[in-house]
């Protein structure tokens, strides 16, 4: 029979390897916040201002996350890290505060944890997998559609985060077929419904 001693060794190694987790997603959130914010105005500075890639970073975060009260855990984390350090950055840098902007992106961050326990169930297999998959594809594709008559650079990489999605998500060739009909049924209730504009605010 186990000891509390022996559990308690067993157990302390686990949950400093969660709370590590944590803080790295954390510290990245932190950085690519203030990445964002740096290069504003530049052309990584309009994909950092853009969903595509706030999307795409969320989805990978949450696919490899150990299970989906982790995911909602670590994308919650990723994008409060993120908007702290964008909006901090413009507040003691510039003694400027867009508070739309942050009520936008607050709104986005609040939403993100269902989103991350959703697309969690990613790269499982069978038809709900792949519609959870399709999910944020069809949202980058929307997204960069317009750089087959706009040529700008950053809706191509949208473009191209949405072919990795594509590639990495399904774990076999015959789950990656079943994605792109979903896709395309997605992407076009959310032309139809406009609804990429109402997350651009």
């Not at 902007?101 to 997998?129: H, K, M």
């Amino acid at each position: 029979m186990k000891g509390p001693e022996n559990v308690s060794t067993e157990t302390n190694p686990h949950l400093m390897r969660k709370i590590g987790i944590v803080l790295a997603i954390f510290m990245a959130g932190t950085l690519l916040g203030f990445l964002a914010k740096y290069t504003d105005g530049s052309v990584l500075g309009l994909i950092g201002s853009g969903l595509g890639f706030w999307i795409a970073a969320a989805t990978l975060l949450a696919v490899w996350s150990r299970s989906p009260l982790a995911a909602v855990l670590h994308v919650f984390v990723f994008f409060a890290a993120m908007l702290s350090a964008y909006y901090l950055y413009s507040m003691v840098l510039f003694g400027f505060f867009p508070k739309s902007q942050f009520i936008y992106w607050g709104g986005i961050a609040l939403l993100s944890p269902v989103c991350g326990y959703a697309v969690w169930f990613a790269r499982g297999e069978g038809w709900p997998a792949a519609f959870c998959a399709a999910m944020p594809i069809s949202l980058l594709i929307g997204e960069g559609f317009s750089f087959f008559y706009t040529f700008s650079i950053p809706k191509g990489f949208v473009l191209l985060l949405a072919v990795f999605l594509w590639i990495v998500l399904p774990k076999t060739h015959y789950q990656r077929i079943r994605i792109i009909p979903l896709a395309a049924v997605i992407l076009f209730l959310i032309e139809r419904f406009e609804l990429l504009y109402l997350l651009a605010g």
